[in-house]
């Protein structure tokens, strides 16, 4: 929605497809977000339609921790704004032609178009571990799956992972009635945020407030990020998306669920219609259902709508996509946004807060061409 607000503010003839904030949508609806409220700014050109100005027109509070209500609410009246003709349909295939692109959505209706702005999110990318192939949905679910934990009331279940998601669901979970138990590769923990206080916030984050103390500055702009070498790149972005805990979650998962930390799973089979996992202790469970906090692995060869030739021309690192200073592909007129643009240009781009420079280069670039 920024990408596009921003291209047809430069007078680009733009269609965008996709089933706004469907991701969102299907999270459960009690969530709150992991990000601060000056973070949430969906790019506008002229920001007109900021949460501030939502906040003011719409009389709902700016609040912390934002629920997840506001932030439907906010993206849904920026979308009427600025993006109300949205072909709420997905692509099924897209392919170069030589002089640009073909675009066949699931209606099978076809576009043709000099350039191509993929920005599907992350929901393509859902992790799920050696040990769950072959084992049924019944059973072993991702946490994405799901926007209602009520069915798993007194049910005995496991999260893996301790990240927000993995550790939010297993609140749920507990506050829902089943009987839950929270296995983690490494210690659960908790973001310590003594410096976001009122009087040294400003100095130490930045609106964006993506990352640690100080650390924050340094992903605030991805054309520079971009510019550091290779390997403090992935040592940032990896201190930046470590797996962590909101301090506001802390006190419903705290000493309330049960927590297993530095402990794998290396083994899970069904028998009858539970699952036994082998944990690296040598403990076993018997589970009633498995939830998968394991998060996500951006991998361009997950995109399988791209057409097979186009694949084989996009560099990639590590699944990422490698990316040049305006978001453009290896292959000329074929941009990617989100966290698969996270090789170049950072932690910013796997949030709501790397809209701006994101729609900023890719319409600029655009426009030129
Ligand atoms: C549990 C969780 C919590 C998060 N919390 C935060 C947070 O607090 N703050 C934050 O900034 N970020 C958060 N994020 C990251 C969040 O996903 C991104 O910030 C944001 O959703 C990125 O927007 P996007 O438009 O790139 O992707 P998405 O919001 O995922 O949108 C992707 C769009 O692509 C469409 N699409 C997919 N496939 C196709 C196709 N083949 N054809 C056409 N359209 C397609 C979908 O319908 C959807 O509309 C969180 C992520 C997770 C998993």
């Not at 920005?119 to 769950?132: E, K, L, M, N, S």
Request: proline share 6%.
């Amino acid at each position: 929605m920024a990408v596009t607000a921003h291209l047809r503010n430069r007078g680009v003839e733009t269609l965008i497809a996709g089933k706004p904030m469907e991701f969102w949508k299907r999270m459960p609806p009690g969530m709150h977000l992991k990000s601060s409220y000056s973070s949430i700014t969906i790019s506008d050109p002229e920001r007109r339609y900021t949460q501030q100005r939502y906040a003011a027109a719409s009389g709902r509070p700016a609040e912390e921790p934002v629920p997840l209500a506001f932030l439907l609410g906010y993206a849904e009246w920026f979308q009427r704004h600025n993006t109300p003709d949205i072909l709420a349909l997905y692509a099924r295939h897209v392919a170069s032609d030589g002089a640009g692109y073909r675009v066949t959505l699931e209606d099978g209706q076809e576009i043709k178009t000099s350039k191509v702005v993929i920005a599907t999110g992350v929901a393509h990318f859902a992790r799920y571990p050696d040990y769950t192939r072959g084992l049924p949905p019944e059973l072993v679910t991702h946490v994405q799956d799901h926007a209602d934990f009520s069915p798993w009331s007194g049910k005995r279940v496991a999260v893996i992972g301790s990240g927000e998601s993995a550790l939010e669901s297993a609140a749920l979970l507990h506050e829902a009635g089943a009987e839950v138990e929270i296995i983690a590769r490494g210690p659960v923990i908790w973001i310590d945020r003594r410096l976001a206080n009122e009087r040294t916030r400003r100095i130490f984050y930045p609106p964006s407030d993506v990352g640690p103390a100080g650390v924050a500055w340094l992903v605030h702009y991805p054309g520079f990020f971009r510019l550091l070498p290779e390997s403090a790149r992935v040592r940032i972005d990896q201190r930046c998306v470590r797996a962590s805990g909101a301090p506001w979650l802390r006190p419903r998962v705290d000493g309330v669920v049960r927590v297993t930390e530095r402990t794998e799973i290396q083994r899970a089979e069904q028998r009858g219609d539970r699952l036994w996992l082998t944990l690296s202790d040598g403990a076993t469970r018997e589970l009633d259902h498995l939830f998968l906090g394991t998060g996500y692995a951006p991998d361009v060869g997950k995109l399988t709508f791209l057409d097979e030739r186009l694949h084989q021309r996009i560099a990639s690192n590590n699944g990422y996509t490698v990316l040049n200073e305006w978001f453009e592909s290896s292959v000329p007129g074929l941009f990617f946004t989100g966290a698969i643009a996270g090789y170049n240009f950072g932690p910013i781009c796997r949030f709501i807060a790397g809209t701006g420079a994101t729609a900023r280069q890719i319409s600029h670039r655009v426009a030129m061409s």
